[in-house]
């Protein structure tokens, strides 16, 4: 084959110089921009910041996020970290009051608290975070404790120390700090007074309210349900900031009959509270507000919720959650999650729906007397309930469809739970009588 001439084979040489050259420019210009990423970067803001200022930032938001900000740098995760300033931090679900169960051949099993209550962590593992006997109190208060309500870190109840067995006063305590104040009243027990809620949101107030619901008569043992049907009349709300009780009137358009024992939610300055025919009561700490939420509608037309089933209420990142038993298909029995997106709206969506078989892994019918909705975590998509007989307390986990075995807590008849979450932080404010 003829060998083509040097004139034609000269611009292929010259091309090859050209593309050499052209890499060398783009590796000047490479050694250019690596030479400017290696210059000194600029200064972190939050440099500037003390960390007396850094750790009061902190202290304003959720714990799933300060979690994560442990990861920003090593002063954050130093800071975070910090025994002192964990003080000063948001807490999350630490564990939950119980009722002991009661063995009937010991009649002094439940003498180990005062109230008959235990504590457990919600991680099943370690001594209890908080000891329930509530030591820190004074003798004289500890005689005829019983424990009412929970909100934020704080506890609410009754203390029966006085001559007359019906006598009694409210007492507001924070096992964290081992604090406790006294309520500036004595009442006289009856089924007029058995509903009272607490509401206390440290994010807005470090004042905390109690909500006494006075029911529509009293009875005895021969009373009769059609004469007595306990719907509430009027409301008496005590405000810690201001040491005074307020007296209303029942605003609610219905007859509201409130259950003694299921959660109630606090949320910038309003009361929720779930009543027996299927709505929600909802009252401000002024008594001026007085609306009613609508349960969820049932996906359903055939197999709609039990009215008389009450649900339960719990908040999950500032929205109000719900949860009831619901139904999938003819005969299979779910939990199912609800969120009111938009509190004005009142409309509330479908979050998640489980069915019990899944969450036990058996077949069994269960209704919220077996199965009972102990409390939506703050932070996590995860609920935390109870089941059986022997009470087994359980957490699913609603991302990763997951369902965990945390502990037998034993039988009881009393179905009364307390969520608790440690307030570390604040003081309760001094109502003179402590």
Request: proline share 5%; charged share 25%; aromatic share 16%.
């Given at each position: 084959m003829r060998a083509p001439p040097a004139a034609a084979r000269r611009p292929r040489k010259h091309l090859w110089w050209r593309w050499r050259w052209l890499a060398m420019a783009g590796g000047s210009g490479s050694r250019k921009r690596k030479a400017r990423r290696m210059r000194k970067p600029r200064p972190d803001p939050t440099a500037l910041l003390t960390d007396d200022l850094l750790v009061e930032i902190l202290a304003r938001v959720l714990y799933r996020d300060l979690c994560r900000f442990r990861c920003v740098s090593k002063r954050w995760s130093a800071l975070i970290s910090d025994p002192d300033n964990r003080r000063r931090l948001p807490q999350t679900l630490t564990g939950i009051f119980y009722p002991m169960p009661l063995d009937p051949d010991d009649a002094g099993s439940?003498?180990?608290?005062?109230?008959?209550?235990?504590?457990?962590?919600?991680?099943?593992?370690?001594?209890?975070?908080?000891?329930?006997?509530?030591?820190?109190?004074?003798?004289?208060?500890?005689?005829?404790?019983?424990?009412?309500?929970?909100?934020?870190?704080?506890?609410?109840?009754?203390?029966?120390?006085?001559?007359?067995?019906?006598?009694?006063?409210?007492?507001?305590?924070?096992?964290?700090?081992?604090?406790?104040?006294?309520?500036?009243?004595?009442?006289?027990?009856?089924?007029?007074?058995?509903?009272?809620?607490?509401?206390?949101?440290?994010?807005?107030?470090?004042?905390?309210?109690?909500?006494?619901?006075?029911?529509?008569?009293?009875?005895?043992?021969d009373y009769n349900d059609d004469d007595w049907d306990g719907h509430v009349v009027r409301v008496k709300i005590y405000s810690s900031g201001t040491?005074?009780?307020?007296?209303?009137?029942?605003?609610?358009?219905?007859?509201?009959?409130?259950?003694?024992?299921?959660?109630?939610?606090?949320?910038?300055?309003?009361?929720?509270?779930?009543?027996?025919?299927?709505?929600?009561?909802?009252?401000?700490?002024?008594?001026?507000?007085?609306?009613i939420i609508e349960f969820p509608d049932p996906r359903s037309e055939?197999?709609?919720?039990?009215r008389t089933d009450v649900g339960f209420i719990?908040?999950?990142?500032?929205?109000?959650?719900?949860?009831?038993?619901?139904?999938?298909?003819?005969?299979?029995?779910?939990?199912?999650?609800?969120?009111?997106?938009?509190?004005?709206?009142?409309?509330?969506?479908?979050?998640?729906?489980?069915?019990?078989?899944?969450?036990?892994?058996?077949?069994?019918?269960?209704?919220?007397?077996?199965?009972?909705?102990?409390?939506?975590?703050?932070?996590?998509?995860?609920?935390?309930?109870?089941c059986g007989r022997e009470r087994t307390l359980m957490s699913y986990d609603m991302d990763r469809w997951e369902g965990h075995i945390i502990r037998n807590l034993g039988y009881s008849e009393i179905e009364h739970f307390l969520p608790y979450v440690p307030l570390l932080p604040k003081s309760l404010p001094d109502c003179g009588n402590q």
């Open positions: 439940q003498a180990l608290t005062p109230h008959g209550y235990g504590f457990t962590n919600v991680s099943g593992t370690g001594p209890p975070f908080i000891h329930p006997s509530f030591s820190f109190l004074p003798d004289r208060e500890r005689v005829g404790l019983e424990l009412v309500d929970c909100c934020n870190g704080l506890i609410l109840c009754r203390c029966f120390r006085f001559a007359d067995d019906h006598e009694f006063h409210y007492l507001v305590l924070n096992p964290a700090t081992e604090e406790w104040v006294a309520v500036p009243v004595t009442r006289r027990w009856s089924t007029k007074l058995q509903t009272v809620r607490l509401g206390f949101d440290p994010a807005v107030s470090p004042h905390f309210y109690v909500f006494e619901f006075e029911l529509n008569e009293d009875y005895d043992e040491g005074f009780w307020i007296d209303k009137e029942n605003g609610w358009t219905l007859c509201m009959l409130l259950p003694m024992d299921f959660k109630s939610v606090f949320l910038d300055g309003v009361l929720y509270v779930i009543a027996i025919q299927g709505i929600i009561g909802v009252v401000d700490v002024e008594g001026r507000t007085w609306r055939i197999f709609p919720f039990n719990d908040l999950f990142q500032g929205q109000l959650h719900f949860a009831t038993d619901g139904r999938i298909g003819h005969s299979i029995h779910s939990l199912e999650i609800w969120v009111l997106e938009d509190k004005e709206s009142e409309e509330w969506t479908l979050k998640h729906t489980v069915c019990f078989e899944f969450l036990l892994g058996r077949k069994r019918e269960f209704g919220f007397r077996d199965f009972i909705v102990v409390v939506i975590h703050s932070d996590r998509n995860m609920v935390f309930f109870v």
